[in-house]
């Protein structure tokens, strides 16, 4: 167990909805990372978070979007969802935002849409 | 823009023999940092090992050393010893800003 914890496992849906992914950090860690990985694209950053605030956005769409809350736990809501946006989403968390910053990941969020 | 290589899809290893795995990156920064992590078959990314660009050994955890040429931009990952268990995708990474940018992996297969 990485510490981190993402829910839930697994999800599967239809073109055109809306999911929501959660994500509770390690604790004593303030970052949160959400990645995406597929056959195709390969491990995707998608965007961060640093005590509650976006500090990096990678390549996410605008159908996708994100926070994190007081308790720093973070959600990734996706919407009108695409057949190409099956894939296992990851989150990630670490202790500061910056340099030998080791994340630490959770076991995936794996997503299927029909 | 950063870019991380992994030239190699797919290695071969008999268990027992050491096994290099190839990373090349492209920076124009002077201070960076370079991690390994390794997903099995279950899915997981788990966290192997970190060079800094400033560091002037080469980063060792147990079996895995990192083997990092500044000059050559390449910073491969050495398995020694490989076991059953070694089996899974590797990944090199490069810090680009505050995230991970990851290379797209080499799969190592590890037999008896």
């Known amino acids: 167990d990485s510490g981190v914890t993402q829910t839930p496992k697994h999800l599967i849906t239809a073109t055109g909805q809306r999911v929501t992914l959660r994500c509770s950090p390690r604790?004593?860690?303030?970052?949160v990372y959400w990645y995406q990985q597929s056959l195709d694209q390969g491990l995707q950053f998608l965007i961060q978070?640093?005590?509650?605030?976006?500090?990096a956005k990678g390549n996410i769409l605008e159908r996708f979007s994100a926070q994190q809350f007081p308790d720093l736990h973070s959600e990734l809501n996706l919407s009108s969802l695409e057949l190409g946006d099956s894939a296992l989403y990851f989150c990630?968390?670490?202790?500061?935002?910056?340099?030998?910053?080791?994340?630490?990941f959770g076991a995936g969020s794996r997503l299927t849409v029909l | 823009a950063q870019k991380i290589t992994q030239t190699q899809p797919g290695m071969f290893v008999q268990e027992k023999e050491a096994v290099t795995l190839d990373c090349t990156y492209d920076?124009?920064?002077?201070?960076?940092?370079l991690f390994w992590y390794k997903q099995p078959s279950s899915g997981e990314m788990i966290f192997l090992i970190y060079?800094?660009?400033?560091?002037?050994q080469n980063a060792t955890e147990g079996r895995y050393s990192l083997n990092f040429q500044k000059a050559r931009k390449s910073a491969n990952l050495v398995i020694s010893a490989s076991q059953l268990g070694d089996s899974a995708m590797y990944f090199c990474?490069?810090?680009?800003?505050?995230?991970?940018?990851f290379g797209k992996g080499t799969t190592l297969s590890v037999s008896s």
């Open positions: 990630a968390s670490g202790k500061i935002s910056f340099g030998a910053n080791v994340l630490t």
């Open positions: 604790s004593g860690d303030l970052s």
């Open positions: 978070y640093y005590n509650g605030e976006e500090r």
């Open positions: 920076t124009s920064d002077q201070s960076y940092g």
């Open positions: 060079q800094g660009s400033y560091d002037e």
């Open positions: 990474a490069m810090r680009e800003g505050t995230a991970l940018i």
